[in-house]
């Protein structure tokens, strides 16, 4: 289970730091394939129907139980069988001017908390968790 830690670290890496964005930035669009910070993943950004939402697309390090790697954290008895490659673990996200909020889940902790996405280039996206009052920020790159 260790293993798995590193992983879910993932969810917890979005949870770090802040950044502004520049202007020419504003409306830029967040779909597409995104490395996390610790280099660990790739979250595929894209509709979710009337929302936007980001998947495990892709593990770079492989999981400790392999590709069948489940949510075994997660509180409800029925979501600990769900696999996490192709787990949402951004939801509900909207567009508000030059950022998106929604929701970040944390497959280490089984918790989901509030989030801001926000384009800082073509190739760097913010990702934004918040507990409570505290904030932190992580820098994903766009997945080549």
Partial sequence: MPALQSYCHLALAVISGAAIPSAANAADPI???????????????????AKTCGRIAQFLVPP???????????????????????????????????????????????????????RKSANVLEVKGCISFFCQTQIWRRAR
């Avoid at 996490?84 to 508000?96: H, M, R």
């Fill in 64 to 118: 400790p139980d392999g590709p069948d790697q489940r949510d075994i954290y997660n509180p409800d008895p029925e979501k600990k069988q769900r696999k996490l490659k192709g787990l949402p673990v951004l939801y509900n996200f909207a567009e508000e001017a030059d950022l998106w909020r929604g929701r970040i889940y944390d497959p280490k902790t089984g918790k989901s908390y509030r989030s801001v996405l926000r």
């Fill in 31 to 49: 779909s597409g394939r995104w490395i996390t910070q610790d280099k660990d993943a790739v979250v595929s950004i894209g509709k979710c129907g």
